[in-house]
């Protein structure tokens, strides 16, 4: 018998074999199904060399080939002569300013931050934490002078050489170099000029003109008071009335802007990203730094009263950004530890920590100690004081972080998921669980940094809860300090309940020390991202962990090919692609460029319809 052979005639080429008498035991195996398709060649998609060298440049400058250089791939004659111009093309970009300004872009949309305004509404803007000092008009005798707000009764007067009472009186007028603008000087009129660091009150205490006192509206020195060597103590009220961060010459842009300074800083310099939930050190212009000055001087250290060059870039040899090569320009972004600056921002070594090291451990367990630690450990973004900040709650902070260094996603659970009953902890019941049961082991890092009202009452300023100056007691949990029913004590109460995941201490505990609910080390017991923690408290401790799970290094890789390869990766179909790519960037110790290089030599980079 003939029998049809095309594929199409394969259904009933089994029946007629059955029906046909030849169907004996082993019928079943000997029968014929549809045939497997034929493997598909791929698609012939790869892109000419021209569009080729326009990705790269626009993926690594933001900008296209010039006329030159398309001219010039035109006129290579062999695959080997444009293979060349592409690799000139990739090294050229790398080592173009125009790479740093296209990584800084893509450092906002990466470590998307908040605004720095917490606590902050037009001319009530206290986030400078220093005195202000305010413009002499235009039309009066010392145009342009500054002057102190708490100077006097009639403070302005000055400007028109009058005593308060609109006498005639000659200003005392200083001329000084001023931190922000260095190699310049500046025209102070009274004692804000002046060289006096301390005063007595009216009740004979001694005041520090280092700690700015409160007032209604602005928050100001001590009357009587100087405003520090080069005026370090205030900051000039331009600039800082403004609610917007649109513009860099806003100080409140600058912290705003700090993650995404310090990853352009990492791709440029050729650092490890780790360095962005590990590292010890920032860059800032003097603006940010001036931030961290004053943070340290308000939570009670006077260390940097000593350090008179923070504000110089003429002195400083730190690497910098490539925008600003002028030797003195206070606007560069240059690289500090963040603990010569802020003392309580712990390096925990000497100087800049090794690259990608995850050595630096400091423990302190509030549940055993009545002591006040020593500090936060830095840790790259996750200390910042714009990104903490920003997210003004624990919670809040874990979630962001998670998300934006771990790739994790919080969304509602099915609706056909049983949880346990709520009762009071929303890691162990309800179906806030879904969320809380990663995240409340996450935000137990977080909980040393917040907001306390200043003498004016509505006017928070951050601070590390029982660092420093700002020791916490009962009397903060009870609700009743500094203000009665008022922040952060009274949420304190509520949000941080013993023996719940978040707060695991026991009433006993607290009673006997309350700042055993500040508690940041996640304990033994707990695991987040597979691991257990190795003690380190604080922000430090969650950033290492993401390192050591290799969570943060498979979500850097995810948005860097999403970034320059331009397409999203599946973590649930592509986990193997993920992992692979992981180790690459992994092997080239996490540095930007020459994982950026291995990119360039995959074949999706070239490929393109």
Known sequence: MHWPLHSKHAPLLAVMFVLSGFAGADAHAQQCGPEAPEEAEPPNDRMSDTRLMRRILLGLTGTTPTLEQYEAMMAAATPDARETLLRSTLEDALASPKFYERMLRFGHEWLAVGAYTTGASGDAYQGDMSGHLHKCGSATPHAGAYYHVNESKAPAKQCDDQDPDGNPAAAEVRSIEPWWAPGTTVQVLGKAGSNVTQVLDSTGKTLDCGVASGGYYDPML???????????????????????????????????????????????????????????????????????????????????????????????????????????????????????????????????????????????????????????????????????????RERVRAARFLEMFACQSFSPPPADVHFPPYETDPATGGTCLHCHKTLDPAAIAFKRWDFTPFTSYYVPWPFMPGVGNQRITKEWLSGKYPHNGSSPGYRWRNAFLPNTVLTPVTPEQIATNPEAVLLDTMPESYTLLGLHGDGTMGPLGFGKLLVRSGEFDRCATRKLYAMFIGRELNPASEKHFIDKLAKEFVARDRKLRPFIRYLFEQPELRRGL
């Open 222 to 392: 001590p009357a009587g008071c100087g405003c520090g060597p080069n005026l370090v103590w205030c900051s000039p009220l331009a600039g800082l009335n403004s609610a917007s961060n649109h513009d860099l010459n806003v100080q409140r842009r600058h912290p705003y802007e700090e993650p995404a300074r310090l990853f352009a800083h990492l791709a440029w310099h050729d650092r490890p990203l780790t360095d962005l939930v590990i590292g010890n050190y920032s860059v800032g212009t003097n603006w940010l730094r001036a931030l961290y000055v004053r943070f340290g001087r308000q939570m009670g250290s006077p260390a940097v009263d000593a350090n008179t060059t923070w504000w110089r870039p003429d002195v400083d040899n730190t690497p910098r950004d490539p925008l600003h090569p002028t030797p003195n320009d206070p606007q560069a972004w240059r690289e500090f530890v963040v603990e010569d600056l802020e003392p309580y921002h712990l390096a925990l070594t000497a100087g800049r920590a090794p690259s990608g090291s995850l050595d630096r451990t400091y423990s302190y367990d509030p549940r055993t100690t009545l002591a006040a630690p020593k500090g936060l450990p830095t840790a790259g973004v996750l200390t910042m004081m714009g990104a903490l900040s920003s997210f003004p």
